[in-house]
């Protein structure tokens, strides 16, 4: 019986998706077998390390009775020697390209379809061609040959001795393409090319041992292996004779302990002051930092992972300094011990330029940044542009190298501008970052990565950002974007990857409920899961903070230690491909997260009880309050000790970003993913509250206050009613407010003159039931904020130390006020406040139906000339409003 086309066609569709096996029945089940036409490449740092997938695949072969034919051309002992049924074929290279090539295409002929081929070492053929084009060329013309033949052939490349274009025309043309390596005497297969096959673990580096690849998916773990296994992922060409290349060129041509014995000499001090010059940037800060704990390798190391040219910027400079400062100087915590490695990559500052020029986007950021005043309908077109921007395919090609360093390992692309996290200038949450859950095959990874650093472009010009440089002079600033690529620091659980501790740690602490508290130890704030939730508002959760000194002090008591507690956490979503949000008690509603017992704590008969051990009966009435990470765990040391450090080197207060998780044996681990200077002005200012003022010219009294300071003569007084908040506005005006509060913010009788906002819960929330929905450009005129907190409307304000939000206040030397009127301490003239006259609409007519909700007071016009005053003391945690003269 004969067949019509359309059959032979679905025949041989259905004979190349069968699964062929390699001889390891663990590397079948992650690769999902291979498929006649398949060409594997294994890139290899000895021979000895092909043989440990060859040899398998050959008997694997003979025994299912395959022809299998082992190509012969290179000097190196024969790779089969064992074994015997198998066919052999030697060439010599030596005569040319254009010979070897037609002698194996003629092989191939001759030998027909299903023949299984294992070819020697491919590295070999340079030695005789003196060309990787020519090896890729062979490569290039082999390669589709077999396919059509429904062969499976081996081939190996040893792995750094090849151009990077070579590579890639390698990866480019074969079917499947796998690292194997040797990191401390462990055996590790990370595939970095299957194509048209795809698994959740598919693209992880995996222990290889006995038979069985085990995934790593512990950030840690992973970062030392891929780090150890990949000094130069990047393949970095320095061929120019720009300063960028021929510096790089000279240093490049001595190894790591020739460097050293030579660094301290002229010449190499000389070239040393100029790489870092062109890495670090010139700031002196920074620069004396550098000259202090950066080695001529480390300068090095960060120019073997960095994209393009050009500076790594602030945000990265900061993230590495630290690091150095904590592993070179040495004191009673050996922090090599507990730093988890970091492997970094870097998108240099250059690279963002040759982007807006390349895609007619520079004269765009030039016009907004002279402007600087940006809606936010106008930044979502803004935005599209640059979405719609191409990279140059040298740097698309480097950027594939970062992913296949990186497999499937979630990652995180942020921003970092040669301004940012600077010595005065946080930039803090001005400026993108996106989380890339990095799953799906190569083609869907890139998509995603060229979409999050094109959005960390666009943030360049994003409102916030430019009304924050305007605000801090920096308009006409030489700012640049480079870009800082950081593995997600975590470990899988369930369909999910998250940090068990994550959290921002300052060593300066301005938030004192109690005397007992030592200001100089700093604080931290601690979240379950990603830090998203510890330097974001979000409605109705709350972190732990922790007073460094006094660990085990809270500043709530009882039952409000669960009202003050977090519910949900964030985490990156694998199984969806996306960054998430969960309840915790919904995450681990089965008790068996590892250490589980260090973060919960349970409720009974309204007091807090911690859990006794690892065994958890029950999750129910259980709270996140880490008391026993905090009891049990040396956490708490490990944080003081790194903030008084990285204090004492910089000179200033920081700010520092880390996630943590307690290993088996009980040891903290700590990844600090961020450091930046911190200059807190007005925040220590000493400013004594008189207690004598008349209670009918006080406008309120608050008794939790973080800021310090004096503000005279406040002209204007923006209020907006909690109750009327609550209960009568729409969620549709709820969701104007913030732009409306923005439009006065930004009123040209407002600028020249002073203002004070208060208003319910917390300010900044992206949920518009617990607060105003503003941004930095909204409010970054005024002088005092007043987050006013009534607990029968639900707006309880998050003392929020340590937020993006908050580090806006700080800077821009605005006070911030929680008040809650309901307490017996509190004074708040309602009065006051419910019978002021309103001038809403006259700044702005249109606003009219805000007029119940939104309240501008002139305060001499209704209290017969007199001003608004607000005096605030952190020490004594008082602040005063009252009406004077003077």
């Known amino acids: 019986m004969t067949k019509d086309k359309g059959g032979e066609a679905k025949d041989i569709v259905m004979l190349q998706s069968k699964a062929i096996g390699s001889g390891i029945p663990a590397l079948d089940d992650i690769l999902e077998g291979l498929r006649l036409g398949d060409n594997v490449v294994w890139q290899v740092d000895g021979l000895h390390n092909y043989l440990k997938v060859a040899l398998p695949f050959v008997r694997q072969a003979l025994q299912d009775r395959r022809t299998v034919i082992y190509v012969r051309f290179a000097p190196h002992y024969c790779i089969l020697e064992p074994l015997s049924g198998y066919l052999t074929t030697e060439i010599d290279p030596r005569p040319g390209f254009d010979s070897f090539s037609a002698q194996v295409n003629k092989i191939i002929e001759e030998k027909g379809k299903g023949v299984f081929y294992v070819f020697d070492n491919l590295s070999a053929l340079v030695a005789e ?24 052939a081996y081939f190996a490349l040893t792995r750094g001795q090849h151009s990077h274009s070579a590579v890639a025309r390698i990866r480019d043309t074969t079917q499947v393409l796998i690292d194997i390596y040797h990191v401390r005497d462990r055996l590790y297969i990370h595939p970095l090319k299957v194509w048209d096959r795809y698994s959740s673990q598919m693209f992880l580096p995996h222990l290889f041992s006995n038979g069985v690849l085990t995934p790593v998916f512990r950030s840690g773990d992973a970062s030392a292996i891929s780090q150890t296994a990949s000094k130069s992922p990047l393949k970095v060409k320095a061929d120019s004779i720009a300063p960028w290349d021929s510096v790089y060129r000279k240093l490049a041509q001595y190894d790591e302990d020739e460097l050293s014995f030579l660094e301290s000499t002229p010449e190499i001090q000389a070239l040393k002051q100029e790489l870092s010059q062109m890495i670090i940037g010139g700031h002196p800060e920074f620069q004396r930092l550098a000259d202090k704990y950066l080695t001529l390798n480390d300068l090095l190391s960060i120019r073997n992972r960095l994209i393009g040219s050009g500076r790594i910027g602030g945000k990265a400079a900061g993230m590495l300094l630290a690091r150095r400062i904590l592993l070179n100087d040495p004191d009673e ?272 008969e309204g007091y807090v009880r911690d859990l006794s051990g690892p065994r958890i009966k029950s999750l129910k009435g259980c709270i996140l309050t880490f008391n026993n990470l905090i009891g049990r765990t040396d956490f708490v040391r490990i944080v003081r000790g790194f903030l008084a450090k990285l204090e004492a080197a910089y000179g200033y207060p920081i700010d520092t970003e880390f996630t943590a998780f307690v290993d088996l044996e009980g040891q903290v681990k700590i990844n600090l993913v961020q450091c930046r200077p911190m200059r807190l002005p007005g925040l220590t200012e000493i ?200």
């Open 129 to 152: 061609w003196a060309s990787d084009e020519l090896l890729a060329n062979f490569f290039q013309l082999t390669c589709p040959y077999l396919r059509e033949q429904d062969t499976v």
């Open 333 to 604: 915590t050996d922090y090599s011990r507990i730093l988890e490695e970091h492997d970094s990559f870097f998108i240099g500052s250059d690279v963002f330029f040759t982007f807006l020029v390349n895609n007619d986007l520079f004269r765009l950021r030039l016009r907004l940044t002279r402007n600087s005043q940006i809606s936010s309908e106008e930044f979502d077109k803004v935005e599209e542009r640059f979405l719609a921007g191409r990279f140059p395919e040298e740097i698309r090609e480097q950027f594939k190298d970062l992913l296949d360093y990186f497999g499937q390992a979630p990652i995180i692309v942020r921003s970092s501008s040669l301004l940012e996290d600077g010595f005065g200038n946080a930039f803090a949450g001005k400026y993108r970052s996106e989380f890339c859950a990095n799953q799906g095959g190569p083609e869907e990874r890139m998509a995603s990565f060229l979409r999050a650093v094109k959005l960390v472009y666009a943030s360049a010009v994003n409102p916030d950002a430019l009304s924050y440089r305007r605000q801090r002079g920096l308009g006409e600033s030489d700012e640049q974007m480079a870009i800082l690529v950081q593995r997600v620091s975590g470990m899988r659980y369930k369909n999910y990857f998250f940090p068990p501790l994550a959290g921002v740690a300052f060593s300066h602490n301005l938030y004192r409920w109690t005397d007992r508290i030592d200001p100089n130890q700093g604080i931290i704030r601690l979240v379950f899961g990603l830090g998203t939730r510890a330097v974001n508002r979000l409605g109705g959760d709350y972190p732990r903070m922790i007073a460094v000194s006094h660990p085990h002090l809270r500043p709530e008591v009882g039952y409000k230690v669960a009202t003050y507690a977090q519910r949900e956490l964030d985490l990156l979503n694998l199984s969806e491909n996306h960054f998430d949000s969960m309840p915790v008690a919904k995450l681990i509603s089965d008790a068996d997260y590892p250490n589980l017992y260090l973060f919960l704590s349970f409720m009974e």
């Open 687 to 886: 400013a004594n509250v008189p207690d004598g003022i008349s209670p009918n010219r006080v406008l309120f009294r608050a008794n939790r206050t973080i800021s310090g300071g004096t503000v005279p003569n406040i002209k204007y007084i923006l209020y907006i009613d909690p109750e009327s908040y609550d209960r009568k506005a729409s969620l549709e005006l709820k969701q104007e407010m913030g732009r409306v509060v923005g439009e006065i913010n930004r009123h040209p009788e407002i600028v020249r003159q002073t203002i004070m906002m208060m208003g319910p819960g917390r300010w900044g929330s992206s949920n518009v039931a617990l607060g105003v929905n503003t941004t930095y450009a909204d409010i970054n005129h005024t002088l005092v904020l007043v987050e006013i907190a009534r607990e029968e409307a639900g707006h309880l304000p998050d003392v929020s130390y340590g937020t993006h939000f908050f580090l806006d206040l700080v800077e821009s030397q605005i006070i911030y006020l929680p008040l809650y009127p309901d307490e017996p301490q509190a004074d708040f003239n309602q009065e006051f406040f419910r019978k002021s006259s309103n001038i809403l609409s006259v700044l702005l007519p249109d606003a009219q139906r805000f007029e119940e909700f939104i309240k501008v007071i002139d305060v001499p016009a209704v209290t017969d000339g007199k001003w608004a005053h607000v005096i605030a003391d952190p020490r004594q945690q008082k602040a005063l409003c009252f009406i004077s003269n003077e």
